[in-house]
């Protein structure tokens, strides 16, 4: 079966974003003045960037982060890009790592509405419990 990625969109509709769970990449897609969407970049897990299982994205309220949940057991994470508002370009910032946050098998993110708190529920194996853990 084809494998269907998850996706978010900026409130202005501008970019979007789309994770291939298991193909370990990150698509950004503007969209163009006619309506159709153009490629801006990919960003693939390396060594220096782990990106193994994709689960979840969600972006703050004020467009500038990008919050990822990456599965993969053991190592459940989240990773945070912060978001150029004009290009849609990711920067990554910081990775969250099972183990110092409580985080086991992240399978949906969801950001408070003051941008201030990321919650993250937890998946297959782990109590389906939500754990604030991200503060900007």
């Known amino acids: 079966s084809q494998e269907q990625p998850d996706t978010d969109r900026t409130t202005d509709g501008d ?7 298991t193909a370990r ?19 693939r897990g390396t060594d220096a960037l782990r990106l193994d ?5 969600a972006i703050s309220p004020d467009g500038r982060f990008v919050f990822i949940a990456d599965s993969f057991f053991p190592d459940s994470s989240v990773v945070v890009f ?8 990711l920067t990554f910032v910081e990775e969250e790592e099972n183990g110092t946050t409580g985080l086991s098998f992240g399978a949906d993110l969801e950001v408070s509405p ?16 939500l754990v604030g853990f991200i503060t900007l």
């Open 114 to 129: 003051d941008g201030q708190s990321v919650y993250v529920t937890g998946g297959v194996l782990s109590v389906a419990s």
């Open 53 to 57: 299982y994709l689960s979840a994205i």
């Open 25 to 43: 990449r990150i698509t950004v897609l503007r969209r163009n003045e006619d309506g159709s969407l153009g490629f801006v970049r990919e960003h």
């Open 82 to 89: 912060e978001r150029d508002p004009a290009t849609g370009e």
């Open 15 to 21: 970019h979007l974003y789309l994770i291939h769970r």
